[in-house]
C-alpha cells in the first residue's frame, strides 16, 4: 500500500516573502527554512492514492516549487566576499567616514535577495562563533544586522522612524530626539550591518531627498557600522553623481564604492557556464515524476536565456511557475511546452518578442542579400 503523503507543514507564514521592517521579522526571516523536499511514494503508488491523499501531497509539491531554491551566483559569491571583507576591514576602524558598498542594478536582478542572503549567512556565522550573544535573556539585545527597504520619496524624518521601528525604540519626538534613541540603540545592540534597499527612492533633486542623502551620511558618520545600499540608476541619482556636483553628493560619492550587478550574458564561455550553473541548481530540486533529469540544462539553457534575457527573477518565476502547472496538468515535467505556456512579466515578454524578431530577420531566406543590396545602395 501507498505510504501516506507528507503533511502540509503547519506555518503558512513565510518572512522571506515580505520586507522585514523589524529586528523581530529579520529574526523570523534568519531561522525561516523553506518548505523541505516533501518524500513521495513511487508513481505506481502516487496514481492509486485517493483524491484528497493525493490533492494534499500535490499541495506540498508545489508550496515546495513556489519556494524553489536560492542560487549562490558567482555574482552572489563576489558580494559575500565584498561584504564580509568590508565587515572585517570596518570593525574596528576609527569612527567617521567607513567605507560603504552601493550595489547598482536594473530591476529584478536579485539585488535585495544577495543582500538578504549575504546579511542571514553573516549573522549565522556570529551565530555559531558568540551564541552567548544570542543566549534566550538577552533575546532582542544583540543585533548585528538593521535593513531598512527604503519608501519612494523618503524624508529624513521617515528614515529615523524606519530605524526606530526596526530597533523598537520610541518613535515620539523630534526629528533629533528619534536620531538620538536610535543611534544609542545601534550602539547597544552591536549592529555591524546596516542594510539600505531601494536607495533610489532617496530623490536627491528634491529638497527632502538631499535632506535624506545628507541623514544617511550622518549616519555613516555616527554609527558604528558598515553600510550597504542597492538602487537602480544610482550613477545617475545625485546621490554619486559628479555633474554639478554639490558639495553633498561628492560626500556621498567619497564614502561609498559603487559596483553593478547585470543580469546573466552569454558573451563568453564562462558567462554560458554560470548561466547553466544556475539552471542546473534550480533543475536538481524539482520535485516532479518525470521530468527528464537534465533537460533543462542541457537543451533548453538558450531557450531560457532568450525567455528571461538572463534575469534571475525571470528564470526562478518560469521554473517554479512551470513546475507548479506541471503538477496541476498531471504532465509531470517541466518541458519546452509547459514553459511556452506560461507568459512571464511584461517586460520579459517585450524581450523575447524582440529576440524572436531579430532570430526571424536573421534566419529570412534572403536576409543577407537585402542587406547588402541596402548597404552597396547606401555606399
Ligand atoms: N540568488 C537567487 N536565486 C534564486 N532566485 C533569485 C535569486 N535572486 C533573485 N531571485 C529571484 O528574483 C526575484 C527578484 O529578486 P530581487 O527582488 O532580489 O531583485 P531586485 O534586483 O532587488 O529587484 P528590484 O530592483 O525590483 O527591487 C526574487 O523574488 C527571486 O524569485
Ligand atoms: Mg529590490
Redesign the pocket.
Known sequence: MAPPPDREPETVHHPGLAEPRTKEDWFAYISYEPPPRPAVPTYEQYLLLDEDDRRRLDRCRSRYHSA??????PA?RHFENEIMELLEANEDAPPGARPGLLID?P????????TK?IARKFELQLRTDFPERFSSDRLGAYVPVVYISLADQVTPKQISLAFARYLNTPTRGTKDAVDDRVLTALKACGSQLIIFD?LHFLDCSQKDGRASNDHIKFLANHAPCTIVG?G?DLEASPLLSEGGATGRSTQTSGRFSRQVLTPFALDTEADALAWIAVIRSLEDSLQLYRHEPQSLTRRHWQYLHDRTGGS??GL??LIRRSAVRAVRRGTEAVTREVMDSITLSYAHERGYAKVLQLKERKSAPNAGRSNVADGSGSA
Not at 68 to 73: G, S
Not at 107 to 114: D, I, M, Q
Request: glycine content about 8%.
Open positions: 524553489l531554491v536560492l542560487a549562490w551566483t552572489v542594478g530591476p529584478t536582478v536579485g539585488k535585495s535577495t544577495l542572503m531601494d542597492t537602480v534571475l527573477a526562478h518565476a
